[in-house]
C-alpha cells in the first residue's frame, strides 16, 4: 500500500509520524509517574511503527498508479478490516461487564477489571471503535462513487483513519489505567480530545475538498447526513470537553460548567451524540448501501431529504430530556421533550422509507441475508425512535429513568440498528471492494444474522421485564407510606435478566465474530473477478440480478 | 443556568449554518432532478471516476511531476 503514494506522499506522512513521535516522547516525559506518561509511549510507539513502515519502503519501488482511473479504495478496506476487530473486542467486553453483573466474582479482584472501567471499554469501543471505523471506511467509499470523483491526495485519508484509531486507543487504555473526566462517551481526558479535533478537521475538509471534485452535479443524500454526522460531532466535542487541566503534566482536568450547568452542557452533548453519531452517519450508510443492495432507487428521495433537514433541525434540541425531574429548569425539560416527541416525524420517515423501497423486493429480502440485515435494521430504527420519543415523556420518564429500560433502549438502537446497518453494509462492500465474486460463506452470513436477530431480542426483552420490574419496585409503597421493598429486594429480582442479558450478548458477539471470519476468508480464499459492478452482480442465491434497465 | 446563555446561542447558530447550507443547495439546483438523482447511484457499472471529456486521463497522474 505504501508502494502507490508518492516521494513526495511518503516525505509528508513520515514528517507527520516524527511530528507524533515527538509529541509522544514530551508526553511521556512530562507525565512521568502519572497516566499520561503510560500514553506518551503509546503515543511513540503507535508513530514509531508507522515510521518504521514508511522508512523501509522510502526508497523502495515507486508503483504510481493513474490515480484518474480508479477510486483510492484502500482506506477503506482497512478501516473495515479494523472495525471488525472493535467489533469483536468491544462487543466481547460488553458479554463480560454484562456477566459482572450477574456474576460479580468474575472480577477476578483487579483494580482493572472493575465494572466502572471496563465500561466505558465496551461502550467507545463499540461506539468509536467499531462505528466510527465503520463510518470513516463507509464514507470514504460512498463520498468517491456518488462524487464520481477520486479522493484528492493519500495522505489525509489514512491520517485520519489512523489518527481516529490512535484516540481509540488512548482512550480505551485510559479506561484501565482509572482516566476518566466522567462525561459519559466523552470520557477521555484533555488531551485525547485535542488530539481529536485535529484529525476531525482533516476529516472535514477531505470529505469537502472531495465534494468539490465532484463529477455529478448533484450531491447524494447520504453525503448530507456523513456531513452533518462530521460537523455536528465536532461542535459538540469542543464544547462538552472545554475543561481545564490540573497541571500540563498530568492527565487529570475539570470542566468549565459545574452541577446542573455541567450536566445541561453533558447531555446536550450525549444525546446528539446519538443523533448525530449513531444515527445520521448511518442513515447515510442506510440510503446508499440498502438501494444499491436492492438494486432499486430509494421510495422517496424528495422524503429522504426531508427527513434529513427535520433530523438536523430538531435532534439538537431534544438532550434535555435526559434530566426530567432534576434542578433543570422545568421550561427547558419541557422544550427537550418537545422535540423529542417531533422528532418521531423524521425517524419514521427514514425507516418507511427504507422498508417502502423493499416493498415488491421482498423476495430479495427472504434470499439475502445481507438485505434482511438492513431490512431488520430499519424496523429497528423504527421501534427504537418510537420508545425514544415515548421515553422522553416527562411521567413515562419518571417510571423508565435510572432504570434498565434505558440500557435495552440503548441496544435496541445499537445492536438492532447501529450494528445491523453496519454489518448489512459490510456485506454489501466486502466482495465488491476486494473484487471478490461473492462473500466465502453465505451460511455464515445467514448464521450471522440469525446470531443477531435472536441475541438482540433476548437483550432487549430481558432489560424491558428488568427495567420497569425496577421502576415499579422502587414506587409502590406500604401501608404506612414508606417504600415497600429495599433496594436490595430489586437487586435480587433482577438477577434472571442479568443472566439472559449477557446470553443474548454472548450470542450477539458470536455472530459478529462469525462475521470477521467471513471476511477475512473472503479475502483469502474466494477467487478475484473482473469487476462489473460496484457490488456483486448476483446475491449468494445466485439469482440473476441484473436489472434489466442497464 | 448561565450555560443556556451559551448553549442557546451555540445551537442556534448550528442551525444557522444548518439554514444556510440548505438555501445553498437549494439555489444550487440540488433539487431539481430527484427521481435521476435516486436512480444514477445504481449505475456505475465501471466503477470508476468519470473522466472530463476534453482532459486526457493521463493528465490526473501526479507521480510524473514529482519524480523527476
Redesign the interface.
Known sequence: MISSL???ERGAAMLITLAGMVAGLAMAAAGQGDPMGAHGWIVLIFFALFFGLLARAAYGT?E?E??????YDDPTKVGILIALAWAVIAMGMGVWVAAQLAWPDLRFDAAWSGFGRLRPVHTSGVIFGFGGNALIATSFHIM???S???MPGQVAPWFVLFGFNLFCIIAASGYLMGVTQSKEYAEPEWYADIWLVIVWVVYFTLYIRTLARR??????VANWYYL?FI??VA?LHI?NNLAVPAAWTGAKSYSA?SG???A??QW?YGHNAVAFFLTSGFLGMLY?FL??RA????YS??LS?LSF?GI??FY??AGSHHLHYTA??HW?QTLGMTFSVMLLVPSWASAGNALMTLNGAWQKVRDDATLRFMMVAAVFYGLSTFEGSFMAIRPVNGLSHYTDWTIGHVHAGAMGWVALITFGSIYALVP?LWRRETMYSWKAVEWHFWLALAGTVIYVFAMWNSGIIQGLMWRTYGESGTLRYSFTDSLVAMHPYYVARAFGGLLFVTGAIIGAWNVVMTIRHVPHQV????HPTTSETMEPAL?AA? | MSVLAFLIPVTLAMGAIGLAAFFWSLRNGQYEDLSGDAERILFDAQDRPLIPKRASPRRDTISKETTT
Open positions: 508518492t516521494q513526495a515507486d504510481p493513474d490515480r484518474g482511473l480508479a477510486y468517491q462513487r456518488t464520481r470523483a477520486r463529477r455529478e452535479p448533484h450531491i447524494y452533518a460537523l455536528v461542535v464544547v460548567f446542573v450547568q455541567d445541561m452542557t446536550w446508499y438501494p444499491k438494486e432499486r432507487p430509494i428521495y424528495r431529504i433537514w438536523t433541525f439538537i434540541w433543570l429548569p427547558v465488491g469487476p462489473a459492478r460496484d436489472p442497464e
